[in-house]
């Protein structure tokens, strides 16, 4: 007999951060299991770009404490996270425009969690699996704006990390952009948890598991997508219907 | 190996070996010529480690040389130290002043970077001014007669014998010339390329930064070293002109000039920019406004330099 147990892969306790007065992340308690898709939501300036940079170490919290994989790294630089496997991409695109799109993910390749296959099957992998295998030689700044977000998550996918930030990844995507990113993330979560900030409900309906809604900076709601549809106060500050 | 790396190797120890073959057919002054120029671009190309490959403008790598040129001189002059001896306290000087110098400086980037360097780059100047007791300042010092000979390898050599500086000259430019190769083409050259291109992306993909760029600093400011003990040994001069700014300056015009970013550039931009002066100066005084307009034309229609010019339309591969 098997026992399931859901494990807590990240949490945050009474996570906060100050921009001189404005609490952009206000003591946001929040646990991540492994394995989940989750997303975030919320209004514009709600603090989801700046509660994930948190997690990742690109900002360094005011209060609180994070704990990943039952170790506190809450004081741990942004590059020791990265290794122990948070991926991070960007909400604005952020590549190696000069450089080409296996330079691109041979950087990212570099400092993989798992090392156990040889770097220049790593990258050809998360070329692959992001489906641009084609493009490898072309340079990333002559990408198509769809092409430059999946190259940022082919970048994530080549460290292979155990969680897998993505802020915002569908923005300005055509629709049928979207339907392949969401097979991309559906196939990502084999291996990884992944974090997903999202405006657009169909990709959040259609991905996450469970659903954080934030609201100036504090957990509004969170629950099942079907809790989240019903909320009445999720409904008045953010689905505005 | 792929093709491309033995089309590169073939091409950079083609250079190395056409410059021994060189030897054989110069005059004399031009034989004097081409050994300055192969341990000037020996600098140039520990400045285009930070500059061209990490994207960290210093303007004070003057500081570098001169550390290795002191360092060198005045063991030799003082100490009566071997030349050997005396070419390694050239570079350890340069070690230490570098790891000292990038883990204040790093704290900072961009224009602050430039300043920071071109700050401790004059304070270096006016040390060795203020000491100018053992180092007679502007005047300088002559190495004596004991740091003229020495024995390398169980082979006794003369310093004042052109043909032992020329190949000593080659001998440190293919050291480095393999180094630079070795450490570009490497996992450690693609993190220094990422950190030019994208900081603050790089660190989020697990690269600790500081650290790689404090690395390549003090490699960097090492090579510089190098080249600055090997001309106070060679040329048996040392002088604070040495520690002024337009020995700053000079790497990065080498460096533009030949192409940032390129092992090949810095070598090729010294020779450029040695036999431009040299010529002009021929024919006027006003030969540094020559110069200068060359390379203000240089720049603006070969921005990435003659060599990065060349990678751009013919040759991918070019490291
Ligand atoms: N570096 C900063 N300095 C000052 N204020 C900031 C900074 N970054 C974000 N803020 C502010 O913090 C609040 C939260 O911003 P954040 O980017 O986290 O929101 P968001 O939920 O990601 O919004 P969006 O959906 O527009 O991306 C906003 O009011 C924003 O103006
Ligand atoms: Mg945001």
């Known amino acids: 007999m098997v026992w399931v147990v859901a494990m807590t892969l990240l949490s945050a306790r009474r996570l906060s951060k100050y921009f001189g007065g404005l609490r952009a992340v206000d003591e946001v308690n929040f646990e991540l299991e492994t394995g989940e898709i989750r997303a975030i939501i919320g209004p514009n300036g709600a603090g989801k770009t700046t509660f994930v940079s948190l997690l990742c170490g690109r900002l360094e919290a005011t209060d609180g404490s994070i704990i990943f994989e039952n170790q506190d790294i809450t004081g741990l630089p942004a590059f020791k996270r990265a290794r122990q496997g948070i991926a991070y991409t960007f909400q604005i695109t952020s590549i190696y425009s000069k450089l080409s799109v296996r330079e691109n993910v041979a950087i990212a390749a570099q400092n993989a969690t798992d090392k156990s296959r040889d770097a220049a099957y790593r990258v050809q992998d998360a070329l692959t699996r992001s489906g641009i295998p084609e493009l490898a030689d072309e340079i990333a700044g002559s990408l198509a704006y769809g092409h430059q977000r999946v190259l940022e998550v082919a970048m994530g996918l080549a460290m292979s990390p155990k969680l897998l930030i993505l802020d915002e990844p569908t923005q300005g995507l055509s629709d049928m952009e979207i339907e392949q990113f969401c097979e991309l993330v559906s196939d990502i979560n084999n291996t990884a948890t992944v974090l997903l900030i999202e405006h657009n409900m169909h990709v959040v309906m259609k991905l996450a598991q469970r659903i954080t809604v934030m609201d100036r900076g504090r957990v509004l709601a969170e629950g099942l997508p079907e809790e989240i549809r019903r909320n009445d106060a999720v409904q008045a500050a953010y689905l505005g219907s | ?319």
Not at chain 2, 178 to 192: E, I, K, N, T, Y
Request: proline content about 3%; charged content about 10%.
């Open chain 2, 1 to 319: 190996m792929s093709s491309e790396q033995a089309k590169s190797i073939f091409l950079h120890a083609g250079v190395l070996a056409g410059l021994f073959l060189l030897q054989f057919f110069l005059p004399e002054y031009h034989h004097l010529s081409v050994t300055r120029i192969m341990l000037l671009a020996v600098f140039a190309m520990g400045f285009n480690l930070l500059f061209g490959y990490t994207g960290l403008l210093s303007l004070g790598h003057a500081m570098f040389f001169a550390a290795g040129m002191y360092g060198a001189g005045l063991s030799a002059y003082h100490l009566g130290w071997s030349v050997p001896l005396s070419f390694m306290v050239g570079i350890a000087c340069g070690v230490v002043l570098s790891l000292a110098i990038g883990l204040i400086a790093l704290r900072t980037t961009g224009v602050a970077f430039m300043i920071v360097t071109l700050m401790f780059s004059q304070v270096a100047y006016l040390t060795i001014v203020y000491f100018t007791t053992y180092t007679r300042g502007d005047e300088g010092l002559v190495m004596p007669e004991s740091a003229r000979q020495f024995v390398l390898f169980g082979q006794q050599l003369s310093l004042t014998h052109p043909g032992t500086r020329y190949n000593l000259a080659l001998m440190l430019l293919a050291i480095v010339m393999a180094s630079v190769w070795l450490l570009v083409r490497g996992d450690f050259g693609r993190s220094l390329i990422a950190i030019r291109e994208n900081e603050a992306r790089t660190k989020m993909l697990g690269y600790n930064t500081f650290l790689i760029k404090l690395k390549v600093l003090v490699v960097s400011g090492t090579i510089s070293a190098s080249s600055g003990a090997g001309y106070a040994l060679m040329f048996a001069y040392i002088g604070s002109s040495f520690a002024t700014i337009q020995y700053s300056i000079d790497p990065l015009l080498y460096t533009l000039l030949g192409g940032a970013g390129t092992v090949l550039g810095p070598f090729l931009g010294t020779a450029l920019m040695f036999y431009l002066i040299d010529i002009t100066s021929e024919y006027t005084s006003a030969y540094l406004l020559v110069a200068g307009i060359v390379l203000v034309i240089l720049v603006l229609f070969f921005p990435r330099g003659l060599l990065g010019a060349v990678r751009n339309r013919w040759f991918g591969w070019l490291p």
